[in-house]
């Protein structure tokens, strides 16, 4: 078969799929062959920035058709090796771009959008920061060269800017003039936390009113927006409604049974609107249409609800698993540089996570001392002690003109009531470290050479400010609590284990500084001697590429409880209590109906198990209750 001749990376290629819009060559691949493959690169080949597409579990390969089956419906996605925006001949579904940090999704993003916008396209990003960056960007490609109109691109944020904010209101006043948009830009909270419909729904033949939550119906409907962005992984979903847990009094009838739509409606004038307890707010269309959503899902939920936790308000939650439909007529793309350790499952297909390293550049992990502790153990003048590896490397690194990122805690105690994304304690140590180093040199720009954030924060993830920088410092012992990994799996439908969802942080984390630019090189890792042994082989492997992925033996477990009857917010709690304990495990899927006494320190408790607005010692019974189902007794020591 004939290859194309490649151009010069100057020449100005014409995209044939759209408006005849200009684009720049070097995202187009003119040398490529008709012939049907399995792997298919589709970014930036000078950059030795790869992303590939693979067979995920399942899926058979269909080379006479060109196709490759999805495991998760009779979707195609068409593999023709053309890497001028290969994912134009996705088809519908839900699918996980999994491509190495830094390897230019949003600006893959940016010129698919600049070709499909009157395909209609929905772009979610995490922070306002990034929403500004790609609005700016396509209003001078598309809306400053007269391609589009000035309103067929909008961004609806919560800022005070004059232009925002009439385009904010103008959206509550009426929510349907969204439909009509073209190219319309959110950030992750304000998808899962409005009304989903008037987001996803392009040029409706007719008026589009609230929503009641049936996912499957909505995707499967013709006027949708073809192109569903999510720039990088959703995490902290919000609720999209919340209700007072009293409510359900006034919506159950006389027989105990959850009353009609209308009855709901009817009990909510008389007893909860106007009052303090009432939810909702009554000054524009999107808050009726809000209310009128939460109220005709209160039918469907009704059952799950009485069998919660009773001492918390009802929460209605949109999630991404419900994005994922059979039969759905619109494409999601989740854009995750660790998708294939954090949104590894059979329910997506996945795009990249090729046979080769994702990153080509020679880290080293090198260990450092620490001789404190968070909470209890911690000690100020050891801490300080502590950072002084932290300031020779630094003045190392200084004179051979390298920065340095240091992350340490947000806090000495592990319980924060600091805000989002401030730090007293990162405060005084960055202004101990400028003071220490001062001591030694006087140059007044020494702070160009380094930076300290704390983990947690913003710039963790989704940040480019420190791809200079050649070392990152990993300073005291920090883990994701296990509840967030188990919200995490609970919204995606994934079975992350603990370890794998902090790898996920620490890798993203890492990503941060120059590793990220794909252009080799020598870059270090220093890390306090507090970090396990394993985890930190475990990060090593997976930048060489030979980390394997382990099976979360926990889904074996939540399996048994559910059996037994045990409640889902409980199970979750269990399970962990297994994982950590091989005996325990044995025990519950044995079924055994001996009694198996586990024995555990009350701390230890502590940092499993969450409380009941405080109450450890209600959670506690909760638990002993649960347990009793299994035959196991709880012994503090």
């Known amino acids: 078969m004939k290859k194309k001749k490649l151009k010069s990376v100057k020449e100005i290629a014409t995209c044939q799929n759209c408006c005849a819009q200009p684009v720049e060559e070097k995202y187009i691949n003119n040398n490529y062959s008709e012939q049907a493959c399995s792997e298919i690169i589709i970014e930036r080949r000078n950059e030795h920035r790869q992303i590939r597409v693979r067979r995920a579990p399942g899926v058979k390969d269909n080379s006479q058709n060109n196709v490759v089956t999805t495991p998760c419906s009779s979707q195609l996605v068409n593999v023709k090796k053309n890497k001028a925006y290969q994912l134009g001949n996705l088809s519908h579904g839900f699918y996980i771009v999994d491509s190495a940090c830094g390897a230019g999704k949003t600006t893959e993003i940016y010129h698919f959008i600049i070709q499909h916008y009157n395909e209609g396209v929905l772009y979610c990003v995490d922070t306002i920061e990034e929403l500004h960056k790609m609005y700016d960007s396509l209003r001078r490609r598309l809306v400053d060269t007269k391609i589009i109109q000035e309103d067929d691109i909008v961004m609806i944020t919560s800022e005070e800017d004059v232009n925002l904010k009439m385009m904010r209101q103008s959206y509550q006043a009426d929510p349907t003039i969204l439909c009509e948009k073209k190219i319309l830009l959110l950030t992750h909270v304000r998808f899962f936390s409005n009304l989903i419909n008037f987001f996803l729904v392009y040029r409706p033949k007719s008026v589009e009113t609230y929503f009641d939550a049936d996912f499957r119906t909505l995707l499967s409907r013709s006027d949708l927006r073809q192109w569903i962005f999510f720039d990088e992984t959703p995490m902290w979903i919000q609720p999209f409604s919340t209700l007072p847990r009293s409510s359900l009094g006034i919506f159950t009838d006389n027989n105990n049974n959850c009353k009609s739509l209308g009855g709901i409606i009817e009990s909510y004038r008389k007893f909860l609107k106007g009052t303090p307890q009432d939810p909702f707010k009554h000054s524009t269309r999107l808050d009726l249409l809000k209310k009128e959503t939460t109220l005709s899902i209160v039918p469907t939920m009704y059952l799950r609800w009485i069998s919660e936790d009773k001492s918390k308000d009802i929460q209605i939650k949109f999630k991404p698993i419900d994005l994922n439909q059979p039969h759905m007529r619109t494409r999601v793309l989740v854009f995750e540089g660790v998708g294939d350790l954090l949104l590894r499952s059979n329910q997506y297909p996945l795009i990249g996570n090729s046979s ?253 198990l969450p409380t009941d607005n405080g109450n450890f010692s209600r959670s506690k019974k909760r638990l002993e209750k649960a347990l009793s189902k299994l035959s196991v007794r709880i012994v503090l020591n």
Request: charged share 25%; proline share 4%.
């Open 356 to 608: 080769t390293p994702k990153y080509n550049a020679n880290i080293s992990f090198c260990p450092i001392p620490i001789s404190t502790k968070r909470n209890d153990g911690y000690d100020e003048k050891e801490y300080m002690q502590s950072l002084d590896s932290v300031i020779k490397i630094i003045l190392d690194h200084y004179n051979r003109k390298e920065r340095t990122l240091i992350t340490i805690w947000q806090s000495s105690e592990k319980i924060t009531t600091q805000a989002p994304n401030t730090s007293l304690f990162r405060d005084k140590i960055k202004d101990y470290i400028r003071g220490r180093i001062q001591d030694v040199i006087t140059d007044p720009n020494i702070e160009h050479y380094f930076d300290v954030i704390y983990y947690g924060e913003n710039k963790c993830k989704s940040c480019n400010d420190y791809r200079d920088f050649s070392s990152i410092i990993l300073f005291g012992k920090w883990t994701i609590p296990n509840d967030k990994v188990l919200e995490h799996n609970c919204n995606w439908g994934t079975d992350v284990s603990s370890k794998e969802f902090n790898m996920w942080f620490f890798v993203q984390l890492i990503c941060r500084i120059g590793i990220r630019n794909h252009k080799g090189g020598e870059f270090r890792v220093y890390y306090t001697n507090d970090f396990s042994p394993a985890f930190i082989n475990a990060l090593e492997e997976y930048f060489k590429g030979t980390y394997i992925p382990q099976k979360n033996e926990g889904q074996d477990i939540c399996k048994r409880l559910l059996e037994v009857g045990i409640k889902r917010e409980i199970r979750e709690y269990v399970t962990l209590l297994a994982m950590g304990n091989p005996e325990l495990k044995t025990h519950i899927l044995n079924s055994s109906l001996s009694p198996y006494y586990l024995s555990l320190k009350k701390e230890e408790l502590r940092k499993i």
